[in-house]
């Protein structure tokens, strides 16, 4: 039975932004935040599990948009999931640091063949200075078929005929006797040699105990 294998998605995340009410309330804090993924290097991306840490989101709601959408779907954003609980009580620390794991059987459609997402982050509670997520990963499950028996016999064939190589080094066949008479036989030529004396002075560059200058040259 083929066993599923995770591939991380190769993806874009955008800055959060925060989602404000009108120009008038330019400062006030709606606690809402967005976070867009794209996918640059992908035509048809599949997306199986999302997994990311949080910081202090409250809720979480995703939203995708699909390729090849009809003329009255195009430029429009489905909602997949929508107010997942990370903190059961905003306003305590509970679930503020955890990670989580969101996959396909969470959402409400699948994540096939999309354009891009976008996590949509709440917290309510006024208690937080700021909220995010983050180490933000997305993965796509592959059936990998199991090795056959046939395979897993030659590997093991192998792995067997290694062992044995390791264990059993080859020797090298070497006749001992025969190098010690020949370094025996070169250690008497060599005292011979230096036994030698050379009586003869060779006076390179002295003629009759004046030295002549071409010699000198």
Same mark, same amino acid.
């Given at each position: 039975?083929?066993? %599923? ?22 400062? $006030? ?13 992908? =035509?048809? %991306?599949?997306?199986?599990?999302? *997994? $990311? ?13 699909? *390729? ?20 059961? *009580?905003? *306003? ?7 990670? $989580? ?5 969470? !959402? ?5 063949? =999309?354009?891009?997402?976008? $996590?949509?982050?709440?917290? %309510?509670? %006024? ?5 995010? &997520? ?7 499950? &592959? ?35 025969? =190098? ?8 008497? !030529? ?16 002295? =003629? ?10």
């Amino acid at each position: 039975m083929a066993s %599923p294998v995770r591939k991380p998605l190769i993806c874009s995340l955008q800055a959060p932004l925060k989602i404000g009410v009108d120009k008038n309330w330019a400062n $006030f804090n709606s606690g809402y935040k967005v976070i867009q993924v794209n996918f640059p290097s992908l =035509i048809t %991306p599949e997306v199986d599990e999302i *997994h $990311f840490k949080n910081n202090y989101t409250a809720l979480l709601s995703i939203k995708v948009k699909f *390729h090849e959408q009809t003329e009255a779907e195009s430029g429009k954003w489905k909602t997949c999931l929508k107010r997942y609980k990370l903190m059961p *009580h905003p *306003h305590t620390e509970t679930g503020s640091q955890s990670s $989580f794991v969101v996959n396909n059987k969470q !959402l409400t459609c699948d994540l096939n063949n =999309i354009l891009a997402l976008k $996590f949509i982050l709440q917290q %309510p509670s %006024p208690v937080w200075l700021d909220f995010s &997520i983050t180490d933000v990963k997305l993965y796509k499950n &592959i059936r990998v078929s199991p090795e056959t028996p046939y395979q897993n016999n030659l590997f093991s064939k192998w792995m067997k005929e290694e062992e044995n190589k390791n264990d059993n080094p080859k020797k090298l066949d070497l006749d001992v006797a025969a =190098i010690s008479s020949t370094m025996q036989q070169m250690w008497a !030529l060599t005292q011979q040699i230096s036994n030698v004396k050379c009586d003869t002075s060779l006076g390179r560059y002295e =003629i009759d105990g004046i030295y002549d200058i071409n010699l000198l040259t």
